[in-house]
């Protein structure tokens, strides 16, 4: 059968159409290719580093987590920065202005390179974050590959500062500061045999603390007598709690994730645990208080910094937190990113006064900075601080704190009950 | 401004909006790709840090062809997993084999948080690196989507192509008229599991460091939001969905905090404003008539 072009069969039709169809992906995907190619060409040459050094202020970048489930602690990171660029301000007479590019690193991997990407594209001297360790593993070999400093504030899993010697962190790791919070749970009741450990298997964060915890318990002769997995995203713990109270524990420890952690802490209280409880790094944020409420009152926490510590840097640091947030107390992790913040400029403000920033190209003077930072001594909020050579944190002072809450509930404070200097860590 | 990193990270979007689309063109609803992406990056990242056959060096270098190697391997073990579970899950139609597939990314992704050599939650990490900046990555995937989108194109004229085309409009039919109607979706789903597993290697290396997140349900919604936006009749709609969507995140950066809300603003209003995609058929139609004398419409 034959059909003319002025009346083509549905099968003549079918076929035109098919045929233009085939011209029409043919067309899209060589614009989409040329795009691509031009898209690649304008971005091939990303870094700055070879261009000299502008005369004008000098760029930190930050990427932390602003948004996806870590964002609890980048909200506090955020105002810790923020406090950190007034008090340095106030303080900077004849030295080098230094301000901040925050970015949003999010929760996840692929964020994190982004951030960190745009950052050392838009010509930064040094990088701040990100917020989870899991991210940093991701994130930092871009910035070593690329000679970039990074100061970690928040990372506190093993092997981070090992991803290469233009990576360092103020935040301890969890093997220093976790056994502390046992060993004052002990202190005060002698006779506790019995523990019940709870992590969530599905977080890095957890996971890794978890088995620091049980070390700790280990060493002084404990052997939980049940441990509960949960999961990062759970918010109901009924099923795990039972199951642990059937033991009858006489001490419960907590690695968990800041929400998860407060309404785990709730419902232990909610369904008739009442012995102690010590928690990890991740409940270590004010945030939870109108989580577990009156309930998260007694619970035990070890920490990198005490509001209580009386040095001039610190009552900066609280009198600046107390014009933002009003009568509160600032958390370690918002201590930390003041700290990550000012480890940088002290050490700008030491390189520009030798004369380290003159005539030099973004990249020399990243690697110039990053021997100045872990050159350095910091007397910080969070107590006298060094790198070693690696960039691991040497801090010497650690806290044990109690959460006590309001009578309304609401609102609480980390009360010190506790501090340790570890013998061996150099200021 | 887009950078050669967020391009490699858009391209590997395209190639997992493929793959959701491939077993979609034969009217399979598989939220599986998340699976076998993790199946490929974990191969990927074992591979290249337990086994030194491969020549990883000290410095964090890794040769070229091992990289080409494991993609291989990656695209080959996902294609044979779901060869395996295939034949089981593709008895399931519409919402049932969608929570079917749903079920294998949980399975896969507590399998990788348990096994004891997958680094657990931490994962696995120090993966060296066969390039020594996002060109070469960009080139890589760009030649996998190029390759992929060939493939896609050549189905429509090859019996396959058209078997599931054929599968997708009733699959009733489809049998009555002598199809082999298991075996043609087994294809489709296995070429898809080929797809992520490939990409999910070559992300491994990309992004430094590969744990059982990658694998998650909320990368099975991502990736079906890629076919939903850009269109699900034509192959270049998933990559188009790809590529916006992955870049759309990072282009809205100078918005500030309310860059995810824009975000899922252009989600929700995508498919209520273009139901069948960004790229239809007809669009595709009126692309390929374009600059051509005009044809007669009705007789």
Request: proline share 6%; hydrophobic share 45%.
């Given at each position: 059968?034959?059909?003319?072009?002025?009346?083509?069969?549905?099968?003549?039709?079918?076929?035109?159409?098919?045929?233009?169809?085939?011209?029409?992906?043919?067309?899209?995907?060589?614009?989409?290719?040329?795009?691509?190619?031009?898209?690649?060409?304008?971005?091939?040459?990303?870094?700055?580093?070879?261009?000299?050094?502008?005369?004008?202020?000098?760029?930190?970048?930050?990427?932390?987590?602003?948004?996806?489930?870590?964002?609890?602690?980048?909200?506090?990171?955020?105002?810790?920065?923020?406090?950190?660029?007034?008090?340095?301000?106030?303080?900077?007479?004849?030295?080098?202005?230094?301000?901040?590019?925050?970015?949003?690193?999010?929760?996840?991997?692929?964020?994190?390179?982004?951030?960190?990407?745009?950052?050392?594209?838009?010509?930064?001297?040094?990088?701040?974050?990100?917020?989870?360790?899991?991210?940093?593993?991701?994130?930092?070999?871009?910035?070593?590959?690329?000679?970039?400093?990074?100061?970690?504030?928040?990372?506190?899993?093993?092997?981070?500062?090992?991803?290469?010697?233009?990576?360092?962190?103020?935040?301890?790791?969890?093997?220093?500061?976790?056994?502390?919070?046992?060993?004052?749970?002990?202190?005060?009741?002698?006779?506790?045999?019995?523990?019940?450990?709870?992590?969530?298997?599905?977080?890095?964060?957890?996971?890794?603390?978890?088995?620091?915890?049980?070390?700790?318990?280990?060493?002084?002769?404990?052997?939980?007598?049940?441990?509960?997995?949960?999961?990062?995203?759970?918010?109901?713990?009924?099923?795990?709690?039972?199951?642990?109270?059937?033991?009858?524990?006489?001490?419960?420890?907590?690695?968990?994730?800041?929400?998860?952690?407060?309404?785990?802490?709730?419902?232990?209280?909610?369904?008739?645990?009442?012995?102690?409880?010590?928690?990890?790094?991740?409940?270590?944020?004010?945030?939870?208080?109108?989580?577990?409420?009156?309930?998260?009152?007694?619970?035990?926490?070890?920490?990198?910094?005490?509001?209580?510590?009386?040095?001039?840097?610190?009552?900066?640091?609280?009198?600046?937190?107390?014009?933002?947030?009003?009568?509160?107390?600032?958390?370690?992790?918002?201590?930390?990113?003041?700290?990550?913040?000012?480890?940088?400029?002290?050490?700008?403000?030491?390189?520009?006064?030798?004369?380290?920033?003159?005539?030099?190209?973004?990249?020399?003077?990243?690697?110039?900075?990053?021997?100045?930072?872990?050159?350095?001594?910091?007397?910080?909020?969070?107590?006298?601080?060094?790198?070693?050579?690696?960039?691991?944190?040497?801090?010497?002072?650690?806290?044990?704190?109690?959460?006590?809450?309001?009578?309304?509930?609401?609102?609480?404070?980390?009360?010190?009950?506790?501090?340790?200097?570890?013998?061996?860590?150099?200021? | 401004?887009?950078?050669?990193?967020?391009?490699?990270?858009?391209?590997?979007?395209?190639?997992?909006?493929?793959?959701?689309?491939?077993?979609?063109?034969?009217?399979?609803?598989?939220?599986?790709?998340?699976?076998?992406?993790?199946?490929?990056?974990?191969?990927?990242?074992?591979?290249?840090?337990?086994?030194?056959?491969?020549?990883?060096?000290?410095?964090?270098?890794?040769?070229?062809?091992?990289?080409?190697?494991?993609?291989?391997?990656?695209?080959?073990?996902?294609?044979?997993?779901?060869?395996?579970?295939?034949?089981?899950?593709?008895?399931?139609?519409?919402?049932?084999?969608?929570?079917a597939t749903i079920a294998l990314v949980e399975i896969?992704?507590?399998?990788?948080?348990?096994?004891?050599?997958?680094?657990?939650?931490?994962?696995?990490?120090?993966?060296?690196?066969?390039?020594?900046?996002?060109?070469?990555?960009?080139?890589?995937?760009?030649?996998?989507?190029?390759?992929?989108?060939w493939i896609c194109q050549r189905l429509d004229t090859?019996?396959?192509?058209?078997?599931?085309?054929?599968?997708?409009?009733?699959?009733?039919?489809?049998?009555?008229?002598?199809?082999?109607?298991?075996?043609?979706?087994?294809?489709?789903?296995?070429?898809?599991?080929?797809?992520?597993?490939?990409?999910?290697?070559?992300?491994?290396?990309?992004?430094?460091?590969?744990?059982?997140?990658?694998?998650?349900?909320?990368?099975?919604?991502?990736?079906?939001?890629?076919?939903?936006?850009?269109?699900?009749?034509?192959?270049?709609?998933?990559?188009v969905g790809g590529l916006l969507l992955t870049a759309?995140?990072?282009?809205?950066?100078?918005?500030?905090?309310?860059?995810?809300?824009?975000?899922?603003?252009?989600?929700?209003?995508?498919?209520?404003?273009?139901?069948?995609?960004?790229?239809?058929?007809?669009?595709?139609?009126?692309?390929?008539?374009?600059?051509?004398?005009?044809?007669?419409?009705?007789?």
């Amino acid at each position: 059968m034959t059909s003319s072009p002025a009346t083509p069969s549905p099968t003549g039709r079918r076929a035109v159409r098919s045929d233009e169809r085939r011209r029409g992906v043919l067309r899209l995907a060589s614009l989409l290719l040329a795009g691509i190619g031009a898209i690649a060409w304008l971005g091939r040459s990303a870094d700055p580093a070879s261009r000299p050094l502008a005369a004008g202020p000098l760029s930190l970048g930050a990427a932390i987590a602003l948004t996806g489930n870590a964002n609890l602690y980048g909200q506090d990171q955020r105002i810790g920065l923020a406090l950190a660029e007034r008090w340095a301000q106030q303080d900077a007479a004849g030295g080098r202005a230094v301000r901040v590019w925050l970015e949003d690193g999010a929760s996840d991997e692929p964020s994190a390179i982004a951030a960190f990407n745009l950052l050392i594209r838009q010509g930064v001297i040094a990088l701040i974050g990100p917020t989870l360790s899991q991210q940093a593993f991701a994130a930092d070999p871009i910035a070593q590959r690329q000679g970039v400093p990074v100061v970690a504030p928040s990372n506190t899993a093993k092997g981070i500062p090992q991803i290469g010697h233009f990576i360092s962190r103020v935040s301890a790791q969890s093997s220093v500061i976790a056994p502390l919070s046992i060993d004052e749970a002990l202190r005060r009741d002698p006779s506790i045999q019995r523990v019940a450990v709870f992590y969530a298997h599905d977080d890095a964060y957890s996971t890794a603390e978890v088995q620091i915890f049980d070390k700790a318990l280990a060493a002084r002769g404990l052997t939980p007598v049940t441990v509960q997995r949960t999961q990062l995203a759970d918010n109901d713990f009924q099923t795990p709690i039972t199951n642990a109270l059937q033991r009858a524990p006489q001490l419960v420890v907590l690695s968990v994730q800041a929400v998860a952690g407060g309404n785990l802490i709730r419902q232990l209280r909610e369904l008739g645990y009442r012995g102690q409880i010590v928690v990890g790094n991740g409940l270590n944020t004010p945030n939870i208080y109108p989580i577990c409420q009156r309930w998260c009152d007694g619970i035990l926490i070890a920490q990198a910094y005490s509001p209580e510590l009386n040095t001039p840097i610190n009552r900066d640091f609280q009198r600046l937190y107390r014009q933002a947030r009003g009568d509160r107390r600032p958390p370690q992790i918002t201590a930390q990113a003041f700290t990550a913040y000012q480890v940088l400029h002290e050490a700008i403000q030491r390189l520009h006064s030798k004369g380290g920033l003159t005539g030099v190209t973004l990249g020399q003077a990243r690697v110039r900075l990053m021997h100045e930072l872990l050159a350095g001594r910091y007397e910080t909020p969070l107590g006298p601080i060094g790198f070693s050579p690696e960039g691991e944190v040497q801090q010497q002072r650690f806290y044990v704190a109690e959460v006590r809450m309001d009578p309304s509930g609401r609102d609480g404070r980390f009360a010190l009950v506790g501090q340790r200097s570890l013998n061996g860590a150099r200021p | 401004m887009i950078d050669n990193g967020l391009l490699v990270q858009m391209l590997l979007g395209a190639l997992l909006g493929l793959s959701v689309y491939l077993p979609l063109a034969a009217g399979q609803l598989s939220l599986a790709t998340p699976a076998f992406y993790a199946v490929g990056g974990t191969l990927a990242a074992l591979l290249s840090t337990r086994w030194s056959v491969l020549g990883a060096t000290a410095a964090g270098g890794f040769p070229v062809l091992s990289l080409l190697l494991e993609l291989v391997l990656g695209g080959a073990l996902a294609g044979t997993l779901a060869l395996l579970v295939g034949r089981l899950v593709l008895r399931l139609r519409g919402i049932y084999l969608a929570i079917a597939t749903i079920a294998l990314v949980e399975i896969v992704r507590v399998a990788i948080l348990n096994l004891p050599f997958t680094g657990g939650a931490i994962g696995i990490f120090s993966i060296p690196q066969p390039f020594t900046d996002a060109s070469g990555y960009l080139l890589t995937a760009l030649i996998l989507l190029v390759l992929t989108g060939w493939i896609c194109q050549r189905l429509d004229t090859m019996p396959l192509g058209r078997a599931m085309a054929a599968i997708r409009d009733d699959e009733l039919a489809a049998g009555c008229m002598g199809i082999d109607t298991t075996r043609v979706k087994l294809t489709a789903f296995v070429l898809s599991a080929v797809v992520a597993g490939t990409s999910g290697a070559l992300a491994a290396h990309f992004l430094n460091t590969w744990n059982a997140r990658q694998g998650s349900f909320d990368v099975s919604i991502t990736t079906l939001a890629f076919v939903i936006l850009g269109g699900s009749r034509a192959w270049l709609g998933p990559v188009v969905g790809g590529l916006l969507l992955t870049a759309l995140p990072e282009l809205l950066r100078p918005v500030g905090d309310v860059r995810l809300v824009l975000f899922g603003l252009v989600i929700v209003l995508g498919p209520v404003l273009a139901p069948r995609g960004l790229v239809s058929p007809e669009l595709l139609e009126r692309l390929g008539r374009w600059g051509s004398p005009t044809r007669e419409q009705k007789p």
